[in-house]
């Protein structure tokens, strides 16, 4: 992904009604926070507040606070970002008040510094920690010449899956997307899906176009240049598309929902290519111990990339934190020491860790669930090195992905999956535009 100016991030010619418009009912102000003076550390001890919806978060910052006295830190959970979180922490800020720090996905970063959610950190040395974060993940917070969040968890892709099911056919894990295509026709014989395919979630299929080399919206001087029909995207489209109507993947429910998680216990289902945070989940598959084994994930042969990503967040200081230094001190903290890393992972099950140095201490051991594998390392650690380095998030990509979906959905009703991507792609082109911002449709 390219760091990319503010005029790029706003599109040419969006002044604060249009700023207005975009951000709805929650505007912070139209005056952005980081035009002000820095705020110089308090000098005597602060309390800070983390919202995040992360399972036992305080018991991470817990180990913090008891080594820093003049420094503690207080969690307030709140629903993950689009099941009300983020709505939230709009109105808190609207309302000029608000957390320190909030739990916020790389991807909905755009949106929140459209309505001057966020405070650029790199005003408060943010850029002198950069060389302990993924590169990757470190661009993806990286906007308008600042710095908007830091890295917390990510979601380098792999494949999880159930040795003993792909044995009944002679199978083994697939090497390239051809591969399993083939393999997953071999499974229906023995009533069993490879994988599934959700239609009401657009988030997979693109990682999956974004693996293949798809780069759906970058900025440019003068606005937003989409494309969202390029080989790599069509290509990823028409291959799912055969896929479904061959009845080779299952659209009847998502990964990790209560039909899977049945599916799966009875050997329904035999896989599933997802986030690296999806150890935890498959580990609640009845019965699953050591039955389960980890994979890279397919790739489209001598085009794309070898992993994708799918997830992942940062913990971003908040436009009205009083203590942005210290919220920085903190997060850097969270993020990068063994000590904060550990703490998340035991407690909260956090992703993958966005310090390449250190992925966590029992993420280094063989794990028992997965018949002693070294996953991780053996996996992951190469996956995160495997990403597309050029795939940008924009200002309305959670309203982008609501339109994808409701155009797959209607693939139950015969509409291609290359149809519901083209019409999309021209409603988002109107979102834009209804909302102030300067887009075009890249030609050849």
């Excluded at 399972?55 to 629903?79: C, E, L, M, R, T």
């Excluded at 900025?219 to 390029?230: A, K, Q, R």
Aim: glycine residues 12%.
């Amino acid at each position: 992904m390219t760091p990319f100016t503010r005029r790029q991030l706003l599109g040419a010619g969006l002044g604060t009604a249009a700023m207005g418009l975009l951000a709805g009912c929650a505007t912070p102000g139209t005056q952005s926070v980081n035009a002000a003076p820095t705020i110089p550390a308090a000098g005597e001890p602060v309390r800070l507040t983390y919202w995040a919806w992360l399972k036992d978060f305080q018991k991470v910052a817990d180990v913090w606070n008891a080594a820093h006295s003049n420094i503690q830190v207080d969690v307030v959970w709140i629903p993950g970002g689009n099941s009300g979180g983020y709505q939230k922490l709009y109105s808190a800020l609207a309302a000029g008040g608000g957390p320190d720090l909030a739990q916020v996905e790389f991807r909905s970063i755009p949106e929140f510094i459209l309505v001057n959610g966020l405070v650029d950190i790199s005003r408060y040395g943010a850029n002198e920690h950069a060389h302990l974060y993924d590169p990757t993940l470190w661009k993806q917070v990286s906007y308008t010449g600042g710095v908007y969040g830091i890295p917390q968890d990510a979601g380098p892709m792999g494949m999880f899956y159930q040795p003993a099911i792909l044995d009944k056919v002679g199978g083994s894990n697939p090497k390239t997307w051809d591969e399993w295509a083939a393999l997953a026709a071999e499974l229906r014989s023995v009533d069993s899906y490879l994988d599934c395919f959700p239609i009401s979630d657009a988030s997979p299929f693109a990682s999956f176009a974004g693996q293949a080399g798809a780069q759906w919206l970058r900025p440019e001087e003068d606005g937003w240049v989409i494309n969202m029909t390029d080989e790599a995207t069509l290509n990823t489209a028409r291959f799912f598309d055969k896929a479904i109507d061959a009845d080779l993947v299952t659209t009847a429910y998502g990964a990790f929902s209560p039909g899977w998680f049945a599916a799966a216990a009875k050997g329904g289902i035999a896989s599933t290519i997802t986030g690296s945070w999806g150890d935890a989940l498959v580990q609640g598959v009845s019965g699953a111990e050591g039955k389960w084994r980890a994979a890279p994930m397919p790739t489209w042969g001598d085009t794309g990339f070898g992993s994708s990503y799918l997830g992942g967040s940062t913990a971003a200081v908040l436009a009205n934190s009083k203590h942005p230094k210290e919220a920085l001190e903190f997060a850097v903290w969270l993020t990068t020491s063994k000590e904060g890393i550990d703490a998340q992972i035991k407690n909260s099950g956090i992703g993958w860790s966005p310090n390449p140095d250190f992925i966590g201490t029992d993420r280094q051991q063989p794990s028992a669930f997965f018949g002693g594998q070294r996953y991780n390392e053996e996996v992951f650690v190469p996956a995160t090195k495997q990403q597309n380095p050029d795939w940008s998030w924009w200002p309305v990509t959670q309203q982008s992905f609501n339109i994808l979906s409701d155009g797959f959905r209607k693939k139950a009703f015969g509409t291609s999956l290359v149809d519901s991507v083209a019409a999309s792609e021209q409603q988002i082109i109107s979102v834009f535009k209804n909302k102030g911002l300067t887009i075009r449709k890249e030609t050849a």
